[in-house]
């Protein structure tokens, strides 16, 4: 490895310039073509044969130089947050598209397999079979790009047989790596809840039939959803992310809308979850006189890794230097759409430890308008990335 540890040496000011240059110029998701030209435009320097099953985003080929018929995939999402960002840490390259910024560490994936990508194509003659390279647009939006590049059949024509993806993970440094076997992240599924009631003049509430009333009950009392009709060995969550309603200080408004997720690792408890908020809103809203609408949509399915495959992963990254690999204490219930490929192909999804004090991004979460990722992750994730192809 000391050949490639002197590559990834020599490119990591490279690679972190072109995450700066994603990162200032971020595309939301299905947007994504600034990126995806210049993503295709390194590759093909490299000598990648490309191929373009979504509008934006694409996949790239490399045969290897030595004979063999494994075929491996590694994925990077490229797609930016609909968010304005904030954080003096980042002045230097802080997006310059007014609402839409990289505050979940996709620049640093798409940076990181651009420099795995140079590294393979360098040392080509050693890479047994396939490599495929997933640059994957919309993972922030349903009906996520993962699923709609599985639902094109490319890497199954390609014959892919095992797929890596990383995320940057700002609760561990970088030089860590953290993987669990099984669940790993939850099901992102949503819900539209609106209340309808009876409008009128807030000093007079007994001639109205007041929706905000009715949607503190309902949002208070859906949460005994979790605690009472879940089995306490099950993880759920269900949240109430945004509510929408009233004009004034003295107006009861007709309605209210409400916005939600529900997290859970399988879809019969999502479902079931849906029912029964649907039917306890219900409820509330006739006992006050109102009535409701609901909508649930199906997100991406749980994120399960392949056991083989993160045993994989833990035997390349303790023959890399300067890494290690940790275990998860448990799955988390944030979502992700790597889901889709581990339904049909066996992989494994790992979180790239991104946070430290220097780079300010072990304060905040994913999401957050400061959210930001050490830049020495890019030297892990080239590594492992790269390892998991040309370590045998």
Known sequence: MSSIDALIKEIFPQICEIRRDIH???????????TTELIISKLKSLGYDIERPTETGCVAVLNGGVTSDRV??????????????????????????????HCCGHDVHTANLLGTAHILAKFREKVPGRVVLVFQPGEEKLPGGGRLIMESGVLQKLGVQQIFGMHTYPFASPGEVMVIKGPMMARPDEFILRVFGKGGHAAMPHKAVDPIVISAQIITVIQSIISRSVNPVESAVVTVGTIRGGSAHNVIPESVTMLGTVRTFSRDLALKISDQIERVASGIAESFGGHIEFEFSEGYPAVINTSSAVDRVCEVVDKCSDTRVKFLDEPIMAGEDFSYYLQEIPGSFMYLGSGSPDSGSDAFNWHHPCYNADERSLLTGMKVMSGLVLEP
Do not use: T, W
């Not at 200032?24 to 600034?34: A, I, L, Y």
């Open 24 to 34: 200032r110029n971020p595309e939301v998701s299905f947007k994504e073509f600034r």
């Open 72 to 101: 491996i995939a590694l994925r990077a999402d490229i797609d930016a947050l609909p968010m304005q960002e904030e954080g003096e840490h980042k002045k230097d390259f802080l997006s310059q598209i007014p609402g839409v910024a």
